[in-house]
């Protein structure tokens, strides 16, 4: 009889701790914090639109992983942005910005020009939504967590775990705003798309877009930013 207790108990031992193993798993290693000197290397293709019409940039951006600082609490990452024109070209002494980033149980925060996005809320769980702008003084934006835990394609690289973070899809005759950016886990962000337009509103212009699918665009940006390599 005492030896069918001991086992029982040592089973539910097992079994508590078992369970607290899994569901150890927040979700932060989608945006792992990696040591300095860390980085990651992305394709990018920028349009802005304006009034003599389009403007279009490509180039290498290499975020690395620098400094840290300690601000009431809360640890923060320095990440140092170089670009370069192609591969051929080098990085720079000195980077081109300076930007911060910090994650920890409940959120991942990247601060951007001074301005600080909430990217992932924690713990990570399909069709989870939330305020990225709630740290900023800009309107309210829904992001929303889709495809967790799925596989993703980009630039010809695979990872098997990833997140899209949907933080705009909207579409009318007279503005697009679609944005979304993919975080695989263990390795951060590897995709991240921008396409905020203004297009004509007059009847002409609609007219147009109608019959021939022309974009019509007046303003805005079109960002595409794609992993291509990091350590």
């Known amino acids: 009889m005492c030896k069918y207790i001991y086992i029982s108990l040592f089973s539910l031992i097992l079994f508590s701790c078992k369970t ?16 300095k000197g860390s980085y990651i290397i992305y394709d990018v293709q920028r349009i802005i639109y304006g009034a003599s019409g389009p403007d279009t940039s490509n180039y290498q951006l290499m975020e690395m992983v620098g400094d840290t600082a300690l601000l009431n609490g809360q640890l923060y990452y320095k990440v140092w942005r170089y670009t370069r024109p192609d591969a051929s070209g080098t990085w720079p002494a ?62 010809g690289h695979y990872f098997p775990i990833t997140l899209k973070v949907v933080q705009g899809n909207d579409t009318s005759l007279v503005n697009e705003d679609q944005r979304y950016e993919v975080y695989a886990k263990g390795i951060g962000l590897v995709d991240k798309y921008i396409n905020t337009v203004l297009l004509c509103s007059n009847p002409s212009c609609i007219s147009a877009k109608i019959t021939s699918n022309k974009d019509s665009i007046i303003g805005g940006i079109r960002y595409r930013q794609k992993f291509i390599s990091y350590q």
């Open 20 to 35: 607290k193993e899994e569901t150890f798993d927040i979700g932060a290693d989608y945006f792992p914090i990696k040591p």
């Open 94 to 155: 000195q980077p081109d910005s300076v930007w911060e980033e910090y994650n920890n149980t409940a959120q991942a925060v990247k601060i951007e020009n001074n301005r600080r996005f909430v990217k992932l809320v924690f713990p990570v769980t399909e069709n989870k939504t939330w305020n990225g702008n709630v740290m900023n003084t800009y309107p309210s934006d829904d992001y929303i967590m889709q495809r967790v835990g799925r596989s993703y394609t980009v630039n």
